[in-house]
């Protein structure tokens, strides 16, 4: 995973389409003209001219469906602002009893106002039996009584409206909790009102399930239900049946779900899990990919033709007529998919999708086996999903954490990275890349992995499922563990560190994950007193934003696609243009400083910046 000079480069020949021409990806600039396209050897970066070494992945949104051309002022709320993910559970504790809740949240709304956060993205609070910590839904209308009642959600969304924030809710569409009402009744017989409001199966003649397919959390797919005498299936835990979206009463019903909260004044949804909503019409079997006979479910289930059709069915009954945005988390759509998915035409405003964030794991279940990968790679993915993201018409969301992800400065950076100075290349990264910047809790302040020794001292059942698939595969227990502190759900989990009284200020109980030890520095508090803080980085960069209307709306435009040190780019409007440098080794590293020629620095890590060169994990933001 490190960003070194001397690391093989991974990428060749990566095809992308970008506007009806094959640009080869890693094998050339990324100059839009494949004729004119070389490669450029990192060593001769220093004497190329900038403009030979870019590529512009912009100009088809700079106009509206009447032509003309798109100003600051035509882009929608939630383009121009910075969304931030709130995992309940680990927030803030208002009761003491160590779990975050509604009111945590509104106590600290302040904090997310101060980063520029016009978006909160909470986690489900929804009743939930919390087999998969709330992503196992067991009523959608109802408030978990460990985050509070509706009351206090009401609450919320007025105090964050009176800061100009709005709340988005998750959605968990794909499938609910075994405890909720519908799949009690389904699960009762096969003559029941909702009966197929799941998946059922028969038995194989054997008795066993109808197909070998592995749940993403390990396990068989199936699961037997005595009372029917079927199986049911379930993309995730035996407690997580998934819903059968065929069925048009299903759909229906998540329909009037989303408008409840659509008319309780949210701003938006993320919807989880949404590419395995359409099942294949026949169960076959699929060619094992693990020593048990088994295949993952994702190879079988992802993306299944008609899916769209259930979206846009969706898209037009919830949204139309507001003004909310929708993402969905999109895993295993590809960057040429996204026309079909974003923009006018697609089925959401926003899509999440794994490309970066898989960039170190050939096989997702298989977290003890990890490829090098290069920073032109990494660079190439992000300018595919512009390019394809953007000649839809469509936006990005840019992100490099979230609640089932590894914190980024463990992800994405060498070795040894220091923290600080890692933590503020990526934050400058994240907000100013061209889409709406999406900060996961605990990110604003430098939060790292955590690396408990045991996997029992782990709450997250998906990395209790990897471990024990590593250890059944043949793995030794300290290569099982090495992969649970590289991926493990937890690290980005930890309870937030608001000050460094005992628990960090979470909670005035027993916190429900331990907080960790490092609360002492890393803390809201003692970081908003200190100028050089991680905080106080995203603070200044969220401020940058609102100055600079280009960094919200404007063209992008990678520079020195090549070079395997530097990611680089600009972000160009009417409003004015700027240039991004980051520094994502721990070298120092040289570039050529035409595209900063007669540039004034508006911000920088390590204060004034000598043009032409960075220190190792430096970035700066020049006003062209």
Partial sequence: MELKKHMKKLLSCTALLVSGALVLAGC???????????????????EKKSEDNAVSVSEAVETNEDGATLGHD??????????????????????????????????????????????????????????DNGYDIADYYNIDPAYGTMEDMDRLIDEAGKRDIRIVMDLVFNHTSSKNAWFTESRSGKDNDKSDWYIWADPKEDGSAPTNWRSIFGG???????????YYLHTFLPEQPDLNWANPEVRKA???????????????????????????EKFLDGTPDANDGTVGIHAMTANTKGILDYLHEFKSAVQTGTDIFTVGE?????ASDLPNWVGPDG???????????????????????????????????FTASQENTIRTGGWYPMFLENH???????????????????????????????????????????????????????????????????????????????GVHDFARDSSRTPMQWDSSSNAGFTTGTPWLPVYDDYAKYNVASEIEDKDSVLNWYIALSGLRREHPELQTGDYTELFHEHEQI????????????????????????????????????????????KGTLAPLEAVVYEN
């Fill in 220 to 230: 068989s797919a199936w699961t037997y239900d005595e009372k029917r005498g079927q």
């Fill in 347 to 381: 089925v959401f405003d926003m899509v999440f999708e794994f490309g970066h964030m898989n960039i170190s794991l050939s096989d997702e279940m298989n977290w003890c086996v990890t490829r090098e990968w290069s920073l032109p790679e990494f660079k190439a993915l």
């Fill in 254 to 280: 998540l329909i009037d779900v989303a408008d409840f909260w659509v008319k309780k004044g949210v701003g938006g949804f993320r919807l989880d899990a949404i590419t395995y909503i359409k099942k294949p």
């Fill in 330 to 334: 999109a895993n295993g759509v590809s």
């Fill in 28 to 46: 050339s600039s990324l100059v839009l003209n494949i004729g004119e396209s070389a490669a450029v050897p990192t060593t001769e970066l220093s």
């Fill in 74 to 131: 035509d882009y929608k709320w939630w383009q121009k602002t910075i969304a931030y993910e709130i995992y309940v559970k680990s927030f803030k504790d208002s009761d003491g009893d160590g779990i975050g809740d509604l009111n945590g949240i509104t106590s600290e709304l302040d904090h997310l106002k101060n980063l520029g956060v016009g978006a909160i993205w909470l986690t489900p609070c929804y009743v939930s039996p919390q087999a």
């Fill in 404 to 482: 089932d992800q590894p914190r980024s400065i463990n992800h994405f950076l060498p070795e040894g990275a220091d923290r600080i100075s890692g933590a503020k290349a990526l934050a400058t990264l994240v907000l100013t890349m061209r889409g709406t910047p999406f900060i996961m809790e605990g990110e604003e302040l430098g939060f790292v992995n955590v690396n408990w020794p045991s996997i029992e001292d782990y709450n997250d059942i998906s990395t209790r499922n990897h471990y024990k698939f590593a250890i059944d595969e043949g793995y030794s227990e300290a290569e099982a563990m090495k």
């Fill in 567 to 610: 990611f680089a780019f600009t972000r160009e409007s009417e409003d004015g243009k700027v240039t991004i440098l980051i520094n994502l080794s721990l070298e120092e590293a040289s570039y050529d400083p035409s595209c900063v020629e007669g540039a004034k620095q508006l911000l920088g890590t390590n204060g004034e910046s000598k």
